[in-house]
């Protein structure tokens, strides 16, 4: 199931790589280039981390929610 995301990324690796260090045959301009997709890798995984962290939260205050509404409608019928 994780296999395959891993296969297509090596496949898009070897198709994107000669022509990337081809570009990059200088090595002022591979450090820049290089740089730059770093800076862009670490905004897309801290927005990722940011908006999975904000999820987690949301659930964890559902799933109290659905639990505080579950005792009561316990404490409920045992009062009936």
Do not use: C, H
Request: glycine share 2%; net charge positive; aromatic share 10%.
């Amino acid at each position: 199931d994780k296999i395959l995301p891993v296969i297509y990324m090596i496949g898009v690796l070897i198709l994107v790589l000669p022509a990337f260090i081809n570009s990059n045959s200088k090595l002022k301009q591979f450090l820049n280039n290089l740089s730059l997709w770093a800076i862009i890798v670490i905004i897309i995984m801290t927005l990722i981390y940011m908006l999975i962290k904000k999820f987690s939260l949301l659930y964890d205050q559902y799933k109290g929610l659905k639990k505080k509404e579950k005792t009561t409608k316990k404490r409920d019928i045992l009062t009936q």
